[in-house]
């Protein structure tokens, strides 16, 4: 077994950082917006101390070489396509590995867990619900209001424009709210990746994608689930937390972190250890 730098899925190239004990359980650790996989460093040497093998890649759009035009090439179904090419390349006997997602990656991370159930031993997601609760909590509870940059994003090329021009008039303003409750160190490292790398409108593009993505079309999780929350989220209220549990038919822990914003690998790396420790060794 060895390392893996890169994988490969239909002509694209996706970076990885591949970490741990070579010969350890595989987890696979999936950001999301505006973040890529260096979001994982204060988790992943926890999990690593436990004997598992990390890979956190730089998703569709974020990694250089993986970065297909238009929104369609967004939607979920790619997005799980990805990480399922991941899993095969790392794992080819498919006995089953962790998957721990934060923001859209918990998003892409629920999906996988319901369309191929089989290639997970466990599920975990971070701050975001399952997407069919985080839709009843749209009309169900303030959720409507909080959500209020995803339908910004949904524009074409304004929001690029508001964000780039925000960010270099050195008061970044809205840019600066995507990571608010960052350390300054980590909000300037995202943006920064973010503005400068090509990387804006391919991660934006996964907002526009969302009208290819009915949550409708996912069946109940069967796999052993964790769904770690925190009560200090800007973006995401209590409603879709608390309605995740009526799509988890699997064994399912649910864990609200104190005093916690939404970037929770980062905010709490040593709390999220813990609770990981039981479920992963299911």
């Known amino acids: 077994m060895k390392r893996l730098a890169s994988f490969e899925r239909d002509g694209l190239i996706f970076d990885v950082v591949d970490q741990g004990p070579l010969d350890g ?142 960010y270099r008039s050195g008061n970044p303003g809205m840019a600066t709210k995507m990571t608010a409750g960052q350390p300054e160190a980590n909000t300037l490292r995202d943006l920064t990746f973010l503005m400068t790398s090509g990387a804006l409108t391919p991660a934006l593009n996964w907002y526009r994608a969302m009208p290819f993505n009915p949550p409708s079309r996912l069946s109940p999780v069967t796999v052993p689930t964790l769904f770690i929350a925190s009560d200090a989220d800007p973006a995401l209220g209590p409603t879709c937390a608390a309605l995740t549990r009526d799509y988890v038919t699997g064994p399912y822990t649910f864990h609200t972190l104190p005093g916690v914003g939404h970037w929770i690998p980062e905010q709490a790396a040593p709390e999220v250890a813990t609770l990981l420790k039981p479920h992963l060794s299911r």
């Open 25 to 166: 359980g595989i987890v696979i650790l999936l950001h999301g917006f505006p973040q890529t996989a260096n979001s994982w460093d204060a988790l992943s040497p926890l999990l690593h101390a436990e004997g598992y093998r990390t890979l956190a890649p730089d998703q569709r759009g974020y990694s250089p070489r993986a970065r297909p035009r238009g929104r369609y090439a967004y939607r979920m179904s790619e997005l799980v396509e990805d990480v399922l090419a991941l899993i095969k390349t790392a794992d080819p006997g498919t006995r089953g590995v962790h998957v721990i997602g934060h923001d859209w990656g918990a998003a892409v991370a629920w999906a996988l867990a319901t369309t191929h159930p089989y290639a997970l031993s466990t599920l975990t997601a971070l701050s975001v619900p399952h997407p069919a609760a985080f839709m009843r909590s749209l009309f169900t509870s303030r959720q409507f209001l909080l959500s209020w940059y995803m339908y910004f994003f949904q524009l074409p090329w304004i929001p690029e424009l508001a964000l780039r021009r925000l």
